[in-house]
Nanobody, 118 residues
Framework: QVQLVESGGGLVQAGGSLRLSCAAS????????MGWYRQAPGKQRELVAR???????NYADSVKGRFTISRDIMKNTVYLQMNSLKPEDTAVYYC????????????WGQGSQVTVSS
């Protein structure tokens, strides 16, 4: 399975910005997709954004226009740029990578706390 190492979480005031990074241990083109999920206290983990190996991106309605997922192929890293942050964005954010097929897997990063104060 691919190893994922996250960085970039923290505390920010409402309206501020943060960028999360997720470094993969192998070529991210070999993965069917990579994405970011989040889990707030007492809530289920939810998809925030994802990008396929072909470059197609999808966003949760709650973050459209504010968050941007991107990747750096040379660094095997995926980013989540979060702008106009709101208190309801407070959660632990997890990087995820999936590969389909007989040798498929789903790997998770260690989680990054994002706290948005009002």
């Amino acid at each position: 399975q691919v190893q994922l190492v996250e960085s970039g979480g923290g505390l920010v005031q409402a309206g501020g910005s943060l960028r999360l990074s997720c470094a993969a241990s192998e070529n991210i083109f070999s993965l069917n997709y990579m994405g970011w999920y989040r889990q707030a206290p007492g809530k289920q983990r939810e998809l925030v954004a994802r990008i396929t190996n072909g470059g197609t991106v999808n966003y949760a309605d709650s973050v459209k226009g504010r968050f941007t997922i991107s990747r750096d192929i040379m660094k095997n890293t995926v980013y989540l740029q979060m702008n106009s942050l709101k208190p309801e964005d407070t959660a632990v954010y997890y990087c995820n990578a999936e590969r389909y097929g007989s040798s498929g897997f789903s790997s998770w990063g260690q989680g990054s706390q994002v706290t948005v104060s009002s």
